[in-house]
């Protein structure tokens, strides 16, 4: 984890629901209930984070919606709309084996050989597999500008260390 607590995006607002200013709510968490035990929960409006206080929420169709504090009518709570659900990364449960993709950002990737493949700039949700998209150092040997390696632990993926931020690929340069 990084030394300073940064806000986290977990979730966001959806439509209005009903007439006393209830919420849809769209988890990205892993249990999308979990959503609900961060304490506490911020969202970011007009560039300024301020603490969203649930009052009561409920499971609805196949998601979730959210009585908020303070907003008690429909066209109070449209302002809400799409705004952004956030925590501070440090409220975010530690992961004693693992690690958040977040921390994977900004590694130096090698392969097994040495090779200096770049950066990790991003990473990519693809379905079968998750993809790091690596920027390529600027006098890469290969001409390369940005790499993508695909996420397979063991298979393509030596090892992780978040400590020293370097991943180590079972990966060919000129690939």
Known sequence: MSKKAEPIVIGKFGAVHGIKGWLKVHSYTDD?????????????????????????????????VAKIVGFDVREEAQALVGLELLVDSDKLPNLEEDFYWRDLIGCQVKTD???????????????????????????????????????????????VDITSKLIQVNWEPDF
């Open 113 to 159: 050989n040495g090779y200096d493949l770049g950066v990790v700039t991003e990473i990519m949700e693809t379905g079968s597999n998750d993809v790091l998209v690596v920027k390529a150092n600027s006098n890469d040997a290969f001409g390369q500008k940005e790499r993508l390696i695909p996420f397979i632990d063991k298979q393509v993926i030596s090892n």
């Open 32 to 64: 999308p209930e979990s959503i609900f035990e961060y304490k506490p929960l911020l969202m970011k409006s007009k560039g300024q984070f301020q603490e969203v206080n649930i009052a009561d929420w409920k499971r609805h169709s196949n998601g979730f």
